[in-house]
């Protein structure tokens, strides 16, 4: 079970954010070590078809804000675009015009904007580590071995190479995120502890009957 829920939402859609020949991807939280933006950027930066094909938006502020916009100049990424600090309801606004979502921390729980994508119907590509590895299966995602950061950056860019030449992968994904996202709801989750306690209750007061019966 994840450490945080998701909130229903209608139904999203599960075609792509825009008509033109390249995908939007977004990359949103504190720009720190923990978070380990610069695996985004050299993955970006890793092959022509990611640097040409994706539209990135990076949100957040943090030690390594200037630190990273001058890693995207030095390996030449010109697409992506820089967002400080939003109010909470324009993330969402934000998200639905993105295809898919990037989340490279190496060192959190679930981390609550991954329930936020998978709500709006983003495809994530993250760390198989964590509370990442449970949040996210091969439904809705693409979960990258944490090994290293040579590995973790091979990774991401062949993760969000394989959405770039394979459209259908992106919308099935598509359609899983927002699956997943009722699943792991706090509706859904609070709904499956209710259960357990019946059953623990039930387990219990059954066992009290047996032990009368034996005690006859």
Known sequence: MTDVGTY?????????????????????????????????LKALAASE????????TIIGTGALEQSMVDLAKQLGLENIVWIKE?????????????????????????????TEALT????????DAFGMSIAINDTCGIKIPFVSPEVSVSGFHDAMQRLISDSSLLKELKRGAYKRSTEISWDAMAETIANDYMTI?????HAGELSAIRSL
Not at 92 to 110: G, N, P, R
Not at 120 to 127: R, S
């Open 201 to 205: 209750v039930n387990k219990k007061d």
């Open 49 to 56: 078809l990611t640097r040409k094909k994706i539209k990135f």
């Open 120 to 127: 709006m119907g983003l495809p994530v590509i993250c760390h």
């Open 86 to 114: 939003v109010e909470h309801s324009m993330v969402f606004e934000l998200m639905a015009k993105a295809d898919f979502f990037v989340h490279t921390s190496i060192q959190e729980a679930t981390s609550s904007v991954i």
């Open 8 to 40: 229903a939402r209608p139904a999203v859609s599960d075609s792509f954010a825009n008509d033109e020949n390249f995908l939007k991807g977004m990359w949103c939280g504190r720009l720190s070590d923990f978070k380990a933006p610069a695996i985004l």
